[in-house]
């Protein structure tokens, strides 16, 4: 009968288009015939992974949703992908593909977790202009010199970003964030790293910068750590609350300003700032009260520190510089406040403090408040070495 048979044949046109549209193992993708069976549907359910294969190009054709995760790890002959009408993607993973040099995805609005590593070569991506939203986003060793939309997202759950070699310009859009992690990229020209709308994060490490902006930081609950960078200044305007503050191994930084910071208080509340060079005068931090469980470590050529509101330091305070004449009295007269809880330790005109090269990083702690001149061996620091020696070395000349 013309209706059964119409109907079966509908049904078995269906189950047809649902099979290929779905596959609840991986869907392997080793060529275009099989990119065109996926790029046919507007939904695909489940994961696809490309075959090591699969190439030159591949396109995805009409397909709007991929639900599970897009992923291809093993090289291969492939230098373009497109997906032009995707708009959402469960998860996208990119990894070790030495030919791969352009992505396609123009239509994209979301995306859950992104990891693009390894792609020496990948210096296109067109993420378009849509993109509101990626989850973990993780950005390792590819050429690309833009962010593209990635960085003009409003939300992202994480990023993780480093030796991007081309990448100079690393300017985020996003109010809150878990965890940001910039590593170095640009060694040659540097890199200046911007967050100008975040307001709050979790856990911030910037190494590695030239400029780290973060004008509107509020409140970062686990860490913020500066590490590395060469900028000469940073400032956190309105941050007032974070868990934990590392500043280590900036050798130009001559300012630090945490002008509105109030609490140290987190899960592992620090307070560590060694090993900057330049960083003579800490007078950053006028409105500190508290560093809350934790320790407050001071290290490198410091002449001042100043801690005008400072009322509980519940770890152990260490104070160790190479300048002699820093007093540590005031250091010392933090303990007997009752104001420094834990062990007192202020050691001046120490060759080699902690955080520098060539010390041991718990050299000198612990015991009652004391106070010492260096017992180090006879060794000067590194930027005596080098600067100082160079710098000489050019007038004699
Ligand atoms: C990529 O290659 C590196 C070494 O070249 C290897 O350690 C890593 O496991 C590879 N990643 C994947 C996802 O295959
Ligand atoms: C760094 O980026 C900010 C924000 O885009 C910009 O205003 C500033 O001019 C840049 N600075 C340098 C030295 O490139
Ligand atoms: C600090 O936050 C206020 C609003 O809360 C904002 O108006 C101001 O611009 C922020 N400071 C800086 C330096 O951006
Ligand atoms: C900072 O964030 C933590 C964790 O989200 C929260 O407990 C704390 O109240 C916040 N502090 C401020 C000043 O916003
Ligand atoms: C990053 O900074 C650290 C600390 O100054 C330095 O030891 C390291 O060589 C730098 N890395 C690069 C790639 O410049
Ligand atoms: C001290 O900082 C310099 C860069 O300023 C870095 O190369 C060195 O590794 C740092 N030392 C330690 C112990 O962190
Ligand atoms: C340090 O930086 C802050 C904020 O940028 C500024 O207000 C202050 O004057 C600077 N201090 C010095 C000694 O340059
Ligand atoms: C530190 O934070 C914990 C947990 O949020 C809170 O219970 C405690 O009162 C805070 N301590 C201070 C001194 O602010
Ligand atoms: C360091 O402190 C001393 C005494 O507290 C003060 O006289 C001097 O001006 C300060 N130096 C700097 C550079 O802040």
């Not at 509101?132 to 050429?143: F, L, R, S, T």
């Not at 190494?207 to 940073?234: A, C, E, Q, W, Y």
């Amino acid at each position: 009968m013309g209706f059964s048979k119409y109907f079966l044949s509908a049904i078995a046109g269906a189950s047809v288009a649902y099979a290929a549209c779905s596959n609840s193992q991986t869907q392997t993708v080793q060529n275009q015939g099989d990119a065109d069976t996926v790029g046919s549907c507007p939904t695909f359910t489940g994961d696809v992974h490309i075959n090591a294969n699969a190439g030159p190009t591949l396109d995805f054709g009409k397909i709007a949703k991929i639900t599970g995760k897009l992923s291809m790890d093993t090289d291969s002959q492939l230098t373009t992908l497109s997906l032009n009408s995707l708009t959402n993607l469960g998860s996208l993973s990119l990894t070790n593909l030495t030919k791969l040099a352009t992505l396609q995805m123009p239509q994209l609005t979301t995306v859950g977790d992104m990891t693009l590593e390894n792609l020496p070569i990948l210096g296109g991506w067109d993420f378009g202009t849509n993109l509101q939203q990626a989850g973990d986003v993780n950005i390792e060793n590819v050429q690309i010199a833009d962010l593209g939309a990635i960085a003009t997202a409003k939300k992202l759950n994480s990023v993780t970003l480093s030796n991007c070699q081309f990448l100079q310009n690393i300017h985020f859009s996003v109010s809150e964030i878990d965890s940001v992690d910039i590593g170095p990229n640009n060694v040659q020209q540097g890199q200046n790293v911007s967050f100008l709308q975040l307001a709050t994060a979790t856990t911030l490490t910037f190494r590695n910068s030239t400029i780290v902006n973060t004008p509107m930081l509020r409140n970062v609950s686990d860490t913020l750590s500066l590490i590395g960078n060469t900028f000469t200044s940073f400032g956190a305007q309105n941050l007032s609350w974070v868990g934990a503050l590392v500043i280590a191994s900036n050798p130009l930084v001559t300012n630090v300003s945490f002008p509105s910071l109030t609490n140290i208080n987190g899960t592992h509340p620090t307070l560590d700032i060694q090993n900057n060079t330049d960083l003579t005068v800490i007078d950053g931090f006028p409105q500190l009260v508290d560093v809350a469980n934790g320790d407050a470590i001071f290290a490198g050529n410091i002449k001042n520190l100043s801690l005008p509101k400072i009322t509980n330091i519940a770890g152990a305070l260490t104070v160790d510089t190479t300048v002699q004449s820093f007093d540590c009295d005031p250091i010392h007269a933090l303990k007997d406040k009752q104001i420094a809880k834990g062990d007192v330790n202020c050691q001046n005109g120490d060759a080699a403090p902690i955080g520098s090269s060539g010390s041991s990083p718990t050299s000198g702690s612990g015991g009652a408040a004391s106070s010492s001149k260096s017992a180090a061996p006879i060794e000067l620091p590194s930027f005596l070495t080098t600067g100082l020696f160079a710098a000489l070395l050019a007038f004699l000349a």
